[in-house]
């Protein structure tokens, strides 16, 4: 962990406290994280990542973006925790749903009662009928590779109310999924930074969920949201700090407004740049994104 830099410090605390005063409050509100305990796992996250912090430098509204957005989920910003992950993918930031965020927005409904998601390898005992009476059987090989070379499947399961519903993929329609991504997560079948398979879980799990209870509306925003990160899109926050994704490849200025967001905050800090070593790093573009509405453009993956 690294400690961070007096610029990156500067950057983040000037557009930071507006937000753990007002949205991160709003946001955060029943829960068992406050505003500055939001804000110190921000900070943490930056501290363990340089590559992290120095995106943040060149486009400090991605991070941002993402931030409240997790905010919004009211879920752990730790990569520690599990549910969200800030990536680099270019010189911007997105946010990654993580399994165990998919897991707990959907345990919020009062109709599930479990969740659970195993890999099967080919040395493992399996069977599983559909039908009117759909069945499964795993019996582990405890002796097998557990490497992404030697995944024959992977199921997802589900206990709603008194009924076990189920979703299996196999290793080919798993990559088929993860190959059309445009920005993939550098977890996906990585047997060192994911022994787990945390992430081929995900995908299998994201699959099964669009057939399952969603009382919460944040659930229907995390996996759209989600299937946009991972298709290309971007966060930004328009005038009235809202998150919404957009498709593009540039972050750029939202149409200004008479309140004072986070887009005019950080604004006022590219016209007085902070000095760089090498050269000055603006944290945004000049380009205008148009925003799109939450579920548009959404993959089905």
Request: net charge negative; aromatic share 10%; charged share 25%.
């Amino acid at each position: 962990m690294t400690t961070l830099s007096t610029r990156v410090t500067s950057s983040f605390n000037s557009s930071i406290e507006q937000y753990e005063r007002t949205n991160f409050k709003d946001f955060l509100s029943g829960t068992n994280t406050s505003p500055q305990k939001f804000k110190q796992m921000l900070v943490n996250e930056l501290e363990r990542s340089v590559k992290l912090q120095e995106v943040f430098m060149k486009n400090a509204a991605s991070f941002f973006a993402s931030a409240l957005y997790c905010a919004e989920l009211t879920l752990s910003p730790s990569s520690l925790v599990g549910e969200f992950f800030f990536t680099v993918s270019g010189d911007t930031i997105k946010p990654i749903l993580g399994y165990k965020g998919l897991v707990a927005l959907l345990l919020r409904s009062d109709k599930v009662k479990k969740i659970w998601a195993e890999v099967v390898y080919n040395d493992d005992d399996f069977e599983y009928e559909l039908g009117l009476e759909p069945k499964m059987v795993h019996i582990p090989n405890f002796n097998s590779a557990k490497t992404c070379a030697n995944i024959k499947c992977i199921y997802a399961c589900a206990k709603i109310e008194d009924e076990v519903v189920f979703k299996v993929m196999t290793l080919e329609e798993i990559k088929t999924i993860v190959e059309v991504l445009e920005t993939p997560s550098e977890y996906y079948f990585n047997d060192k930074k994911d022994p787990e398979k945390w992430l081929l879980k995900k995908v299998v799990l994201k699959q099964m969920s669009k057939l399952m209870p969603k009382e919460d509306d944040r659930l229907l925003k995390a996996v759209s949201f989600d299937d946009n990160v991972e298709g290309g899109g971007y966060l930004v926050l328009d005038e009235n700090d809202s998150v919404r994704v957009v498709q593009g490849t540039i972050i750029g200025r939202q149409k200004p407004s008479k309140k004072n967001s986070l887009y005019q905050t950080i604004s006022k800090l590219t016209e007085n740049p902070l000095p760089s070593n090498n050269n000055d790093l603006n944290l945004y573009s000049d380009t205008d994104v148009s925003s799109a509405s939450d579920n548009d453009n959404t993959q089905e993956q």
